[in-house]
């Protein structure tokens, strides 16, 4: 029977028998730990809180409002009907010419009008994965790679490399500058890539930035065009995250320091953008590549017919983002309900000593847990996050899963729960800190497990006795922990 | 060289250099003649009609009526969480409401004679990526699949472009009703092999692709014995399955399975989708159903390069779960279809056309031969280039479907009124009576 299933899967390919898919990594373990033991408010408050899904849920009441006052924006209403056939027909790759106006427009306002974009030059994509898929296709051959700064999202490990055979080459960062991207990195990377014989075709960055939330300031920009002209590399920018930024300093998008520079070979510029950070709607699919290289419009046009948005999205998208007052409102509400959630988070967290990152965008914190590692190493941060998983019953994304080189660091989603969740949340990261804090005992890690456990259920009693404030003792439920 | 493209600084990759796409062969100067002078009933009478656009366009009152009597459909049910679950559901694994209603609408066009487990259903942005995906799966680069000649000129770009795969034909010609033999299977396998390519599989589009037929059982079973012999796969594109103008008389590979009791199902994979049997083609969804796990799980995490919109998944799953609307609209097709073809097969002949016997699809397979001035691939050429400029109808020639014999083209008959039928045969007839 086994011979027979390995027979069988000889029958499929390289790329199939592979496991560049990147779901047999170990960070699965936070994701299933969270399936099987949901969080919910009233039917399972002890559950796993999902705090590793970037996702932003905190608008859309705006858009629900919007969506029942505009019938016509939907092909199945009444009101609309009248143009389903028109639109169910439509399978064009040029995209919905309102479409591309739309989310033209909509790219030029989250970006405070400081740059136009031509609709013109606007190619669909299956999303922002689609998206980054397609321009390595477009861009490098097989073998070939990307220079990417780390910590980076860890789809791109599938989405650069899969089914395109592109590869991907690290760019140090690390809290020393508090992850900036500097041009001795690049070199560095740059250099080692030619040693390994491999040829860079581009540098992909993601800004804002995801794991980080912080943004990338115009000088560091200007020095990156610079780079990449230099060595005749591409330049892929990442902007899916463009509208989270919440306070200052104000997002400065590639697209802005190019108009600054008239020396820079446009031809080497490429934009991914997307709605499903911005908008919140990542089930809709509706990925943007944007370049301003012909021949990849061109040849990434001819390339989206694999990943087309669905016109009756198109549709939809493109009413919500031509109405200039919606759209404003949105953006200016968003923030504000970002900037709000971040406060609450990262000012809970310091009053227990618990640092974050200085970031100013995304969905996310980059917390800092690093004074909690009994060793600077991965196996160390493993071990801490599976506590928390386990014990503390969240799931954040570790470091390591970004390609962090520096251990201890954390990324925690914050937008995707509502405010009494958030609370939650929050208390529960407060207690496990207060406990981690307390003097170490040494103790074999049985033994060690057992205590937590029980401190988890003494701070959960803890908690009850924070919510029923009548019921407040004066003595401390919270036994010695070993940590 | 292709014109237009710039020959960048930086060079881009061999796959976008390459011209696989497909977008610069001649055919392509039949679209642009329509979309510079596009027919219009009444406000370009004299225009080109667009007779090479496989599309549906047949039964939307259908689905027009559909929505407008059940308005819930808009939201799925329920106005206040809807919006924003379904905007944020990205799971790979579909809508289960959406991939059981796809899986049964299935079931239905081929009234049951197969069932299909929803579980199975992996969704696509469309064919085209289901297609390209499988391809990926099945094939590495410098692999071949065989294809029946003549055949749908997209797969040239789905199934070769970017994964590097080649394309072997079989050839088929009209001695059988371009039927595929077994000696036809084996020759092709042989010049592969002759080539140093590995073949990894057949595809075969069933209802055929231009040829407006179904495959007979024979054949199915031939071809799967040819496959297990060779120990390679069968992807069978079932994408007109309900463009059949007889549900009786389509054979899906399923139901062969089913007769085998799913013996060797693990090499056998069907794409289909909703562009052509719904009219929907905007709406990207296309499905692979492989009887094969490690394909499935393997296509479903592919999938998340072209995922179906969730809007999309919603709006359908609540309109195909209605059993009374699909088999109202599969039964109402089928004969709409039917008698578009039976207006065409008509018309034609009285202009003394003869075409392939035909029982499926949005099309005919037109036999001009008898009035090539050479039985050759430049007489029907320029043919066809009269057809387009002086008759002004886009019709494709049989050659940009690979089709070995000279002389047959493919015209399309779903996509427009029955008045602007009638003037398209009234334009055959009249050019026909000159050639005389």
Not at chain 1, 91 to 100: A, K, N, S, T, V
Request: aromatic share 10%; charged share 25%; glycine share 6%.
């Amino acid at each position: 029977m086994e011979s027979k299933t390995s027979e069988r899967k000889q029958l499929l390919s390289k790329i199939a028998t592979g496991n560049g898919h990147g779901e047999d990594s170990p960070y699965f373990d936070g994701w299933k730990a969270y399936d099987k033991d949901p969080f919910h408010p009233t039917n399972n408050p002890y559950g796993v809180i999902q705090m590793g899904l970037a996702e932003n849920q905190l608008c859309f009441d705006l858009i629900k409002d919007w969506v029942l006052n505009n019938p016509k924006a939907s092909i199945c209403t009444i009101e609309g009907v009248d143009e389903f056939k028109e639109i169910a027909i439509f399978q064009d790759y040029h995209g919905l010419p309102e479409f591309r106006q739309a989310i033209a427009n909509f790219m030029g306002k989250v970006r405070g009008n400081k740059v136009k974009f031509d609709p013109d030059r606007i190619v669909m994509s299956g999303g922002a994965t689609g998206a980054h898929e397609m321009i390595a296709f477009c861009l490098a051959d097989p073998g070939e790679a990307f220079l990417v700064p780390v910590p980076y999202y860890p789809g791109f490990d599938r989405d650069l490399r899969w089914r395109t055979g592109v590869q991907v080459v690290p760019v140090h960062c690390d809290s020393s500058n508090d992850f900036k991207i500097t041009r001795t990195a690049l070199e560095d990377a740059y250099e080692r890539a030619k040693e390994a014989n491999i040829k860079v075709k581009g540098l992909l960055i993601t800004n804002p930035s995801n794991p980080l939330g912080t943004i990338i300031d115009r000088e560091t920009l200007k020095g990156l065009l610079s780079f990449i002209n230099e060595k005749s590399i591409h330049l892929v920018c990442d902007e899916i995250y463009a509208a989270t930024v919440f306070s200052q300093p104000g997002f400065v998008s590639i697209s802005e320091v190019l108009e600054e520079d008239p020396e820079c070979n446009r031809g080497l510029i490429h934009v991914v953008y997307s709605l499903s950070k911005d908008m919140g709607f990542p089930g809709f699919r509706v990925g943007i590549v944007y370049s301003y290289n012909d021949a990849v419009v061109s040849c990434a046009r001819k390339m989206s017919s694999f990943g087309l948005v669905s016109s009756q999205t198109q549709h939809l998208v493109a009413s919500m983002l031509s109405d200039d007052q919606f759209v404003d409102k949105f953006i200016a509400e968003s923030k504000k309900r970002l900037a709000a959630r971040y406060k609450v988070f990262t000012q809970g967290l310091e009053e227990v000593k618990i640092g974050c990152l200085n970031s100013n965008a995304g969905l996310f914190f980059w917390m800092d847990l690093r004074h909690l590692l009994k060793e600077p190493t991965d196996a160390e941060e493993m071990a801490l996050w599976r506590i928390i998983i386990k014990e503390v019953k969240l799931n954040v994304s570790p470091g390591s899963s970004f390609h962090c080189p520096e251990p201890g660091w954390f990324r925690v989603c914050f937008a995707n729960m509502d405010n009494e969740t958030m609370e939650i949340a929050l208390q529960r990261i407060r207690s496990f800190v207060v406990q981690a804090k307390k003097p170490k005992v040494p103790a074999k890690e049985k033994c060690w497990h057992g205590n937590l456990r029980l401190s988890f259920k003494a701070s959960r009693r803890l908690e009850d006795a924070i919510m029923a404030p009548h019921s407040m003792s004066p003595h401390s439920p919270i036994p010695q922990s070993p940590l | 060289m292709a014109v237009g493209i710039e020959k960048p600084p930086v060079g881009l990759s061999r796959v976008a250099i390459s011209q696989t796409h497909g977008e610069n062969s001649p055919y392509f100067a039949g679209w642009k003649a329509y979309d510079e002078n596009p027919y219009d009933e009444i406000k370009n009478p004299s225009g080109v009609i667009q007779m090479g656009l496989a599309e549906n366009q047949v039964s939307f009152d259908l689905i027009e009526e559909y929505l407008k009597q059940h308005p819930e459909t808009s939201t799925g049910g329920d106005h206040n969480s809807n919006f924003r679950e379904n905007a944020l559901f990205q799971d790979y694994h579909g809508l289960p409401s959406f991939r059981k209603a796809l899986a049964s609408f299935m079931g239905q066009i081929r009234v049951g004679r197969a069932k299909f487990d929803p579980d199975r259903v992996v969704l696509t942005a469309g064919a085209t990526a289901a297609n390209e995906l499988l391809t990926f799966i099945l094939a590495d680069p410098g692999d071949a699949l065989l294809i029946p000649t003549p055949y749908y000129p997209g797969f040239d770009r789905d199934l070769r472009w970017r994964t590097g795969v080649k394309i072997v034909p079989i050839h088929c010609n009209s001695s059988n009703n371009f039927q595929v033999t077994r000696q036809a299977l084996e020759e092709a396998y042989n010049s592969a092999k002759a080539m140093n390519v590995r073949v990894r599989g057949v595809l075969i589009t069933n209802p055929s692709n231009p040829l407006g037929a179904t495959v007979q059982r024979q054949v199915l079973e031939d071809i799967l014995d040819f496959v297990t012999k060779k120990n390679i796969h069968l992807v069978s594109d079932e994408i007109y399955s309900g463009s059949t103008f007889s549900s009786s008389e389509f054979v899906s590979v399923a139901e062969i399975l089913e007769a085998r009791n799913y013996r060797e199902a693990e090499r056998v994979h069907i794409v289909y989708s909703l562009s052509k049997d719904l009219g929907l083609p905007g709406f990207r969804v296309g499905t692979i159903y492989s009887y094969n796990d490690k394909v499935m799980t393997t296509a479903r995490r592919m999938s998340s390069f072209s995922l179906v919109s969730s809007q999309t998944q919603q709006l359908l799953a609540t309109m195909l779960s209605d059993k009374k609307f699909t088999e109202n609209y599969i039964r109402t097709n089928r004969e709409r279809l039917r008698k578009r073809y039976d207006m065409i097969i008509e018309g034609l002949k009285k202009a003394g056309i003869e075409c392939l016997k035909g029982n499926a699809g949005l099309f005919c397979w037109m036999n001009l031969g008898p009035f090539l001035d050479k039985p050759t691939r430049e007489s029907e050429l320029v043919l066809w280039s009269s057809i387009v400029h002086e008759v002004k109808l886009n019709i494709s020639p049989g050659c940009s479907c690979h089709c070995s014999e000279p002389g047959w083209f493919r015209v399309c008959f779903a996509n427009m009124s029955e008045q602007t039928l009638e003037v398209a045969l009234k334009r055959i007839h009249d050019f026909i009576k000159k050639q005389r």
